[in-house]
């Protein structure tokens, strides 16, 4: 195991052993459904960015995988909408990790009469080597995890979530991202690296990542303020700016034209005729916003039309656009 997986193995094997309420600070809400009670321990050992619990993702009982298993919460908002035996796994490096999971499963038992302990198979493994066959899993998950990985450990962890998707499966991710650049200092500082800071990439380079996989779809449904390194306390001469984003890569086949990147565009088409079509299968209908991917929306631009509007990225893609 190289050095910074090493110190990363710690980190989370001390906070498995003593929850630490402050290690990440999640940008979500605690899900509220109709239901589901999660127990204060879980919420404690919450070690995320975000969330990767998306209900329009989780129809007809999908086989849900999730990489780095926390305190458990996630795997059982997950097991809400599967309640089928196994029909979630959890994977993760660190036995104490596992091991809290377990005995926060059988809090969650008391608390959900719905929820049973065997909804949730949790095994040992590693990122970068998933016990886990290929295209067999629907919605795959990871939150402030690939953050952690040095470029070619992320070259391979994605590749693994590819390899055990289903086609059209879904990877669900929330990770920090940066636009600055930052010095090596923090770059090699493996705490910091550990504590899913100094890792973080700009979302260009974290997409591309994601594409040069063979992902075709890619979904950025959220992007939030996150951290601030500043110079008072860490190793920086000037103010970094970290933000979280959510986003979903679908492992559709990849374009001839390249990837359809969805960073919250809509184009509106407001001219004289009922609807606007550009033979290449978008149809705008008059004055009905349509969310395009950034392909489509260049494209569109490209016509120089004075009767359609294209806005630009918000970061929040919720469905329902043109591809």
């Known amino acids: 195991m190289s050095s910074y997986l090493e110190t990363t193995y710690n980190v989370y094997k ?7 309420v402050g290690l990440c600070c999640t940008t979500n809400p605690i899900w509220e459904l109709p239901g589901l009670k999660i127990p204060k321990i879980m919420q404690e050992m919450n070690y995320g960015c975000g969330s990767t619990v998306h209900a329009r993702d989780l129809t007809n009982n999908p086989k849900t995988l999730y990489v780095g298993v926390g305190g458990g919460m996630e795997l059982l908002q997950f097991a809400y909408f599967n309640r089928q035996k196994n029909g979630v796994v959890g994977i993760d490096m660190v036995n104490e990790m596992l091991e809290a999971s377990r005995k926060n499963f059988i809090e969650a038992e008391t608390l959900n009469p719905w929820f049973k302990s065997e909804f949730v198979e949790l095994k040992k493994g590693n990122a970068l080597n998933l016990p886990v066959e290929d295209n067999s899993i629907d919605v795959a998950a990871q939150n402030c995890l690939f953050n952690i990985f040095k470029t070619e450990d992320l070259k391979k962890a994605i590749a693994e979530m590819y390899r055990v998707l289903k086609p059209h499966g879904r990877l669900v991710m929330s990770d920090p991202t940066c636009e600055q650049s930052m010095n090596e200092t923090l770059r090699n500082d493996e705490r910091l690296r550990a504590l899913c800071l100094s890792g973080s990439l700009s979302i260009k380079e974290y997409v591309k990542m994601l594409t040069d996989a063979g992902f075709g779809t890619i979904e950025i449904r959220a992007r ?32 001839a034209d390249g990837p359809c990147v969805f960073t919250g565009k ?50 929040h893609y919720d469905g329902g656009g043109c591809c």
Do not use: W
Not at 224 to 243: C, G, S, V, W
Not at 294 to 307: E, P, W, Y
């Open 224 to 255: 939030k303020p996150y951290r601030i390194l500043d110079p008072k306390h860490y190793a920086t001469d000037e103010l970094i700016y970290i933000e979280s984003i959510e986003v979903a890569a679908i492992k559709d086949p990849m374009p």
């Open 266 to 315: 809509t184009a509106i088409y407001f001219g004289e005729n009922d609807y606007f079509d550009d033979n290449k299968g978008h149809v705008l209908l008059n004055n009905q916003p349509l969310a395009v991917c950034d392909k489509t929306a260049n494209a569109l631009g490209s016509l120089n039309r004075d009767d359609i509007f294209i806005s630009e990225s918000t970061y």
């Open 14 to 20: 001390e906070a498995a052993l003593t929850p630490d």
